[in-house]
């Protein structure tokens, strides 16, 4: 085996190549603690992301921890209000949160981060091995300031990542990344180096059981409703870990039983050679036990390493979040009888907005990233949401986490079997026969890299100008009037039979990705066509 890599990247290419090759993490190690070099910091949607030993790195770390507390000692008015404290001194006072998922070398970056932390006068929660709804939940339960929780969510096992969540438990809003991006890049440019940070003393605390009592002071889920179901009832349910932070979780919440099974529970930082995310590719072990299953009631989900991403299957069919989302919004407001709006991601299946309509639930949309879904989700919202997801596998509920929450994702679907009396499959059918069947999907096309950035953002905006509300467009050979023209994220097209087309630019990428949702399944390639014809256009006018 090689053993003189010239950097971590290397190191990894041979890894993730033949992943019994474990012995390289040692080398990977070695570029990470040693590795000085700086590395531009942006926290995307979901926080800051990078290759471990490349530019995921202790010395980055650190630097992106310290432009943190720097943000807290200046008691910038618009970070205090955000983060929901008074001054730095309450920060100190109220404390922090920090944890990580099973990324290698997670507890060793946890260390660093609670070092610099107890270093400025911080009290410091470490939560070990945690996902990230239960940082959240914790968060309110502990009254923190804050928390910040070491993962890059669904990304490869190279991966490394930094969240950041203010006191009210969701991902951190501009007002706050803003400011960590200017002073992590500041100390960058300057190329700081910081010395390692020893953390001291650490109090654990333990999330999963702050997360049940928050279950139970919140009442969105009844717990002991699912724990009878599954004593009662001739059933099986199959969770698959995936290797990731949500190992033991569900027993400890809902007890052991011979009728749940858990799949990939062990370590593993290369998640066995796969993508650690939920996939229809991921879920064929879990399918197959639920085929081969002889119980009545059938349940599989798959989540990411860090728990905030959930896909369902009954044994019959593979159920998205585009169709579960709606069936929570049907299950919590006809079932359940809660009240409010619906919020999804602009890109997400109509199927709710159906639902919504002949339910007067107002639909609320919003650009791509759970963190828009902070104004329905807060307690004094003026309209709270009953469900928010986005088709991205996320979702949280009524009086629920500003996270997303896979574990909210399994629990609500136990919850609706027991109440429905029916499995997930049967119970989406049911719905559509009332409200419409809808056949969503999504894929893309590459332009040339000149047109990255705003260029093509530019180029693309002039699609709304073309195809207004009430122009006519021909798909498939049938005539087709838009309904409606939504900007928030993209452009999305709603036509009078409530198929619809979204062309939204990549921000870093010379992409154009598409999301559409057909009224049939053989209609989709002609939405996707149409899609295409007018990206085309309007590169082409540009």
């Known amino acids: ?52 030993g490349t530019d995921y790195t202790f010395n980055n770390v650190r630097v992106v921890t310290s432009a943190i507390i720097s943000m807290f000692k200046s008691s910038d008015p618009e970070v205090i209000r955000a983060m929901g404290v008074s ?24 260390g660093e981060v609670i070092g610099l932390l107890q270093n400025a006068g911080i009290k410091v929660w470490y939560a ?6 239960e940082f959240s939940a914790g968060i309110e339960m502990l009254n923190a300031a804050c928390c910040i929780n070491l993962t890059p969510s669904h990304n490869p096992a190279n991966y490394g990542g930094y969240k950041f969540n203010p006191s009210d438990g969701g991902p951190a809003g501009p007002e706050i990344t803003k400011k960590i991006e200017e002073g992590a890049n500041r100390m960058m440019n300057e190329s700081v180096v910081l010395p390692p940070a020893e953390p001291r003393d650490v109090e654990r605390v333990d999330l999963t059981e702050l997360y049940i009592r928050y279950l139970n002071e919140r009442k969105t889920i009844d717990l002991d409703k699912i724990k ?63 085929r081969d299953s002889s119980a009545k009631f059938k349940l599989g989900v798959i989540l990411d390493p860090d728990g905030d991403r959930i896909r369902h299957a009954d044994g019959t069919m593979k159920i998205a979040m585009n169709y579960f989302g709606a069936m929570a919004l049907h299950f919590l407001k006809v079932h359940k009888g809660f009240t409010g709006v619906a919020a999804k991601s602009v890109g997400t299946s109509n199927l709710v ?17 759970f963190k828009n879904f ?43 079997m027991a109440v429905t009396g029916k499995n997930l499959g049967d119970y989406l059918i049911d719905i559509m026969d009332e409200f419409g069947y809808y056949y969503p999907d999504r894929s893309g096309i590459e332009v040339d890299r000149s047109l990255a950035g705003e260029e093509l953002k530019q180029r693309l905006s002039v699609i709304k100008e073309k195809y207004k509300k009430g122009t006519d467009v021909t798909i498939n050979g049938n005539l087709r009037t838009i309904k409606d023209v ?32 057909a ?20 590169i082409s006018a540009g």
């Open 1 to 52: 085996m090689k053993k003189d890599f010239a950097n971590a990247s290397e190191c990894w290419k041979a890894v993730l190549a033949d992943v019994s090759n474990t012995e390289v993490l040692t080398y990977i190690e070695k570029f990470a603690r040693e590795n000085t070099e700086p590395a531009e910091i942006v926290f995307g949607t979901s926080g800051w992301r990078g290759e471990i």
């Open 87 to 110: 001054d730095f001194e309450e920060i100190q006072q109220r404390g922090v949160i920090v944890g990580h998922d099973n990324r290698f070398l997670g507890a060793d970056f946890a």
């Open 128 to 133: 070990g091995e945690s996902p990230t709804p």
């Open 228 to 290: 009878k179901f599954i004593e009662s009832e001739d059933c099986i349910i199959c969770i698959d870990n995936v290797h990731g932070s949500t190992r033991g979780r569900i027993q400890k919440i809902i007890g052991d039983s011979g009728k749940i099974h858990y799949l990939r529970t062990d370590d593993d930082y290369l998640f066995g050679g796969v993508a650690p995310e939920p996939s229809d590719r991921n879920m064929e072990n879990l399918a197959r036990m639920l």
């Open 353 to 369: 907005n159906a639902i919504a309509e002949k339910l007067n639930v107002p639909i609320r949309e919003t650009q791509v990233g």
């Open 374 to 416: 902070r104004p329905y989700m807060i307690r004094q919202a003026r309209e709270r949401a009953i469900v928010c997801f986005e088709e991205s596998d996320g979702i949280s509920g009524f009086n629920h986490t500003l996270e997303k929450d896979a574990l909210f994702g399994i629990l609500l679907a136990i919850e609706m």
């Open 486 to 517: 939504i900007t928030v994220d993209g452009t999305k097209i709603v036509f009078d039979d409530g198929s619809w087309l979204m062309i939204r630019p990549s921000g870093t990428e010379p992409k154009v990705r598409f999301y559409i949702e």
């Open 519 to 538: 009224r049939t399944e053989d209609e989709k390639k002609a939405v996707f066509t149409l899609a295409e014809q007018i990206t085309k256009e309007a």
